[in-house]
């Protein structure tokens, strides 16, 4: 069975930092390209950041010199580094995992950002 288990979420003031982890079981996390997307109120869900298996990352403009995504394959867990935190960063934070046609989602953390 596959999981993709989100934490690290929580509520920081503006300007703040969280980490972000994502666990995975279930899956030969090494072979697959991992992201991280989030939600907002009424928008629809976006693509934040993606590490490859290989290694190569990709992330939104939004988050560029802000947010670093990371993945440590002997522990099966991928990270998101958040730093200088806005309200508009607020939203529910998923994983996903991808290989093929092999897609998964974890269940998702919130992250608020106010004052």
């Known amino acids: 069975q596959v999981q993709l288990v989100e934490s690290g979420g929580g509520l920081v003031q503006p300007g703040g930092s969280l980490r972000l982890s994502c666990a995975a079981s279930?899956?030969?996390?090494?072979?697959?390209?991992m992201g991280w997307h989030r939600q907002a109120p009424g928008k629809q869900r976006e693509l934040v950041a993606l590490?490859?298996?290989?290694?190569?990352?990709n992330t939104a403009s939004s988050a560029k010199g802000r947010f670093t995504i990371s993945r440590d394959n002997v522990k099966n867990t991928v990270y998101l580094e958040m730093n200088s935190l806005k309200p508009e960063d607020t939203a529910v934070y998923y994983c996903?995992?991808?290989?093929?046609?092999?897609?998964?989602w974890g269940q998702g953390t919130q992250v608020t950002v106010s004052s």
């Open positions: 279930g899956i030969i996390f090494s072979e697959y390209h």
């Open positions: 996903r995992g991808t290989r093929g046609l092999n897609d998964y």
């Open positions: 590490i490859t298996s290989g290694g190569g990352r």
